[in-house]
Nanobody, 126 residues
């Protein structure tokens, strides 16, 4: 079974920080050399958009331009957990944040991610 469980969302202030966690259970994956975990977000009335992703090996990360320099994706293999540290928050970061797993590496399109968490709400006040 593959399960992804997000936590850490909530209310933040502009300029502040929040840290999201995604605990991943990827037992059905036979190999992890090409697995990646990504964070996506979806604001009301908008399409789901890519935020950041990291290879399960932890050596490669990728960010969308609007969060580069503000967000950091990392992972703790001992806890099977991927983190998204969000600094310098902006009201436009308000969205439901989802983590997802891809078997084929870091992809920016949601269609390549086979498994999704339930999402966690992030609201940034100005």
């Amino acid at each position: 079974q593959v399960q992804l469980v997000e936590s850490g969302g909530g209310l933040g202030q502009a300029g502040g920080s929040l840290n999201l966690s995604c605990e991943a259970s990827l037992r059905t994956f036979s190999t992890f050399s090409t697995v990646a975990v990504g964070w996506f977000r979806q604001a009301p009335g908008k399409e789901r958009e890519f935020v950041a992703a990291i290879k399960w090996t932890g050596d490669i990360t990728y960010y969308t331009g609007s969060v580069k320099g503000r967000f950091t994706i990392s992972m703790d293999n001992t806890k099977n957990t991927v983190y998204l540290q969000m600094n310098s928050l902006k009201p436009e970061d308000t969205a439901v944040y989802y983590c997802a797993a891809s078997r084929i590496g870091i992809m920016t399109s949601a269609k390549w991610y086979d498994y999704w968490g339930q999402g966690t709400q992030v609201t940034v006040s100005s």
